[in-house]
């Protein structure tokens, strides 16, 4: 059974950091993706950075490149979310997921993709 669980969520004040960590169980990564997603209240789930299980290829959202820095650890099923001069704006629950997909003939992932499966989430909480 595939267990997604993320951690490192909290409360800070406008321009501090977070790193946030996610842990994927009871699946082998090979040419698929990690990714981490972002939902705040009232508002669509946005994609926030991707990681390919095999390379280590990044993407980041492109509204959120130079804050938000996404990492594999040294187990692949192991991923990182470091978020830096966070804003109020950042507030949202932040959801880890895995086995998503590549982009078509590329070895990056895909931000829009399917993700078959989520973690619980980890508040992000951002005061001015």
């Known amino acids: 059974q595939v267990q997604v669980e993320e951690s490192g969520g909290g409360s800070v004040q406008s321009g501090g950091s977070l790193t946030l960590s996610c842990v994927v169980s009871?699946?082998?990564?090979?040419?698929?993706?990690i990714g981490w997603f972002r939902q705040a209240p009232g508002k669509e789930r946005e994609a926030v950075a991707a990681?390919?299980?095999?390379?280590?290829?990044?993407r980041v959202a492109e509204s959120m490149k130079g804050r938000f820095t996404i990492s594999q650890g040294n187990a692949k099923n192991t991923v990182y979310l470091q978020l830096n001069s966070l804003e109020p704006e950042d507030t949202a629950m932040y959801y880890c997921?895995?086995?998503?997909?590549?982009?078509?003939?590329?070895?990056?992932?895909?931000?829009?993709?399917?993700?078959?499966?989520w973690g619980q989430g980890t508040q992000v909480t951002v005061s001015s």
């Open positions: 009871g699946y082998t990564a090979r040419d698929n993706c």
């Open positions: 997921a895995a086995d998503g997909p590549l982009l078509r003939d590329s070895s990056f992932c895909s931000l829009k993709g399917q993700y078959n499966y």
């Open positions: 990681i390919s299980a095999r390379g280590g290829r990044t």
